[in-house]
């Protein structure tokens, strides 16, 4: 099946910090997502991403869609507390004829662990 | 208010007895999806619908069954057969069964343990 590497695996930033996450994959995607998932929770989706070479934010929250279709990058500047989380990649390869409901495959996360 | 809604919070359950989870979505969703969730991991596909009375694998349906008899709803048996059924399990369900703008949005989560 498709793997997606997602890096890094943690990260122990100061507030304030911007913090950098990537995801790549060993094929390619039609879209890319990217969640957050705060302890016993379900993920809520942040951005989506559905064009090689598109660059889309969310208020701190930027993220591309890499020209390969194989890789995606999430940013976030300025840290603050809330950010704390687990930050999933996610992506899926869908066609126009036939369509099909697949699901997402995920990477295995980034935790992200803010220091005040 | 619109959301997708699973049931119970928290699951406890002796070995060698079936389970049903249950997953409700009031978005008017055409698909609807289940994952599994262990420690430290990703997400994993168990299964998935398109529409009413149809649904398909993911990569572990092994151990597990699943029913679509409305569209608001899709629960999940975890039966006896699956190995290591102890897991965080999470429903989503998307607008579309066809199309390349598909995002998924998940319920809360149930978390069950087998003792």
């Known amino acids: 099946g498709q793997q997606l590497n997602q890096s890094p695996q943690s990260m122990f930033i100061q507030e304030g910090e911007d913090v950098s996450m990537n995801c790549t994959s060993s094929?390619?995607?039609?879209?890319w997502l990217w969640y957050k998932q705060d302890p016993g929770e379900g993920p809520v989706l942040l951005i989506a991403?559905?064009?090689?070479?598109e660059l889309t934010s969310n208020g701190r929250l930027t993220a591309q869609f890499g020209i390969t279709r194989k890789d995606s990058f999430l940013n976030i500047s300025a840290s603050i507390p809330s950010d704390v989380g687990i930050y999933f990649c996610?992506?899926?390869?869908?066609?126009?004829?036939?369509?099909?409901?697949?699901?997402?495959?995920f990477g295995k996360g980034t935790h992200l662990i803010i220091q005040p | 208010d619109g959301g997708i809604t699973q049931s119970p919070k928290y699951l406890f359950r002796k070995e060698g007895q079936n389970v049903t989870l249950s997953c409700e979505q009031n978005?008017?969703?055409?698909?609807m999806y289940w994952y599994r969730q262990d420690p430290g991991q990703g997400l994993r596909l168990i299964y998935y619908?398109?529409?009413?009375?149809?649904?398909q694998k993911g990569d572990i349906a092994e151990g597990y069954s699943v029913s679509r008899e409305k569209k608001e709803s899709f629960p999940l048996t975890v039966t006896s057969a699956q190995k290591n059924p102890t897991a965080f399990y999470l429903c989503?369900?998307?607008?579309?069964?066809?199309?390349?703008?598909?995002?998924?949005?998940f319920g809360p989560g149930t978390r069950l343990t087998v003792l």
């Open positions: 989503a369900s998307s607008m579309y069964s066809s199309g390349p703008y598909n995002e998924q949005f």
């Open positions: 094929s390619i995607f039609n879209t």
């Open positions: 991403l559905y064009k090689a070479g």
């Open positions: 996610a992506g899926q390869l869908r066609t126009y004829s036939g369509g099909g409901a697949d699901g997402l495959t």
């Open positions: 978005l008017n969703h055409d698909a």
């Open positions: 619908s398109q529409i009413v009375n149809d649904f």
